[in-house]
């Protein structure tokens, strides 16, 4: 039977999955399809479910990794902790969320780390930022979070001294500022405080250099794109879905 999966949120114009999926499936003569579902609100999401019954899982990109959780049956510890699913398990008619951003960026951000990135700015405070900050405390690398409106636990971006800049070494974009088609915008980060002692990671994959990584390597920063999170959650979801799999009938 062709199993069905596929990706939620909205607008979903350039999305790597579904070249991905389809590539592994072809190499690996896995008999299933992975498309993409547009959803202008997160209301729609279960009928959505009812007018796709053969949905055995699916990923969830932004805006809705947090605003997805009440519409599940049920929500992983770890994905429940951070507050963000980004894939769902849907088995028997029940959804069970997980999060595999977290295990995506922490594996692809630790070669990189060097003895002086010991604190970290997360750039965002959506439900990308929130698994950032939970590999962040797996690494124990403790963070603060920048917005463009300050709160009590938020840094603005106005707040970024040349103080505060050198003292966090590892920066995080977790917006979509500047990702295609807006190539050109960029978070208002103060890139004139940024040496070669800093890493950026940014966790956008499109266009491989984002203007935020661009300005940093300007100054000597190391950088890094979204790309190799992106297949290392692709293969983490993949692996969720298929838990239990060979105890399913295989026809």
């Not at 389809?22 to 992975?34: D, E, H, P, T």
């Not at 429940?80 to 069970?96: L, P």
């Not at 999060?99 to 002086?116: I, V």
């Amino acid at each position: 039977m062709l199993a069905h999966y596929g990706l939620i949120g909205y607008p979903l114009q350039h999305s790597f999955s579904p070249a991905y999926f389809k590539k592994k499936f072809a190499a690996s003569n896995i008999n299933a399809v992975y498309d993409l579902y547009p959803i202008e609100s997160i209301t729609e999401f279960r009928s959505l479910l009812a007018a796709h019954p053969d949905l055995k899982g699916l990923n969830v990109t932004t805006p809705y990794k947090e605003a997805v959780i009440p519409y599940l049956d049920e929500i992983d510890a770890v994905a429940a902790e951070m507050g963000a699913v980004n894939c769902i398990v849907i088995r028997e008619g029940k959804t069970k969320g997980y999060n595999t951003d977290a295990t995506g960026f922490e594996k692809s951000l630790n070669p990189l780390l060097m003895p002086q990135h010991t604190s970290a700015l997360i750039l965002g405070t959506g439900g990308s930022s929130k698994a950032v900050a939970y590999a962040l405390t797996q690494l124990g690398i403790p963070f603060h979070k920048v917005s463009r409106h300050k709160t009590d636990h938020v840094f603005c971006y106005d707040e970024l001294s040349a103080e505060v800049v050198s003292y966090y070494k590892l920066i995080i974009n977790t917006t979509p500022t500047g990702m295609y088609p807006n190539v050109d915008h960029v978070p208002p980060f103060p890139f004139q405080h940024v040496g070669d002692h800093h890493l950026l990671f940014d966790l956008i994959y499109n266009p491989e250099e984002t203007k935020f990584l661009a300005m940093g390597k300007e100054r000597g920063a190391v950088s890094k794109n979204g790309f190799e999170m992106l297949q290392l959650q692709a293969e983490a979801s993949w692996d969720i879905w298929n838990q239990g799999a060979e105890s399913e009938d295989p026809e």
